[in-house]
């Protein structure tokens, strides 16, 4: 059982920048996912277990970076240039998989999944 704990949310107003903590009780590959409403939870971005290897949606691609810090075991998702469709329920997952597999970009590849934090980006 890996226990995780996002942090960071808030409200922004478009343009501007936040950034997403997610503290891990094992060192993993993880991912942020969100959730607007209405919507289905959709891949934002992953990084793997060593940090070496990072995937992005194309829509966040350019303005969001994912990092880790493996001393904290702790993952960091950088927001700049936030846009009001950016709003949403943040979730951060920490995946099962070994580390000689693939880093999952899908929901389906987590089974560990923080409560979620919510950003809210104003117009």
């Known amino acids: 059982q890996v226990h995780v704990v996002e942090s960071g949310g808030g409200l922004v107003q478009a343009g501007g920048s936040l950034r997403l903590s997610c503290a891990a009780s094992?060192?993993?590959?993880m991912g942020w996912f969100r959730q607007a409403p209405g919507k289905e939870r959709e891949f934002v971005a992953v990084i793997s277990w060593s940090g070496g290897t990072t995937y992005y949606a194309d829509s966040v691609k350019g303005r969001f970076t994912i990092s880790r810090d493996n001393a904290k075991i702790t993952v960091y998702l950088q927001m700049n240039s936030l846009k009001p469709e950016d709003t949403a329920v943040y979730y951060c997952a920490a995946s099962s998989q070994p580390p000689t597999k693939p880093v999952p970009s899908t929901p389906n590849g987590y089974r560990y999944w923080g409560q979620g934090t919510q950003v809210t980006v104003a117009s």
């Open positions: 094992e060192r993993t590959a």
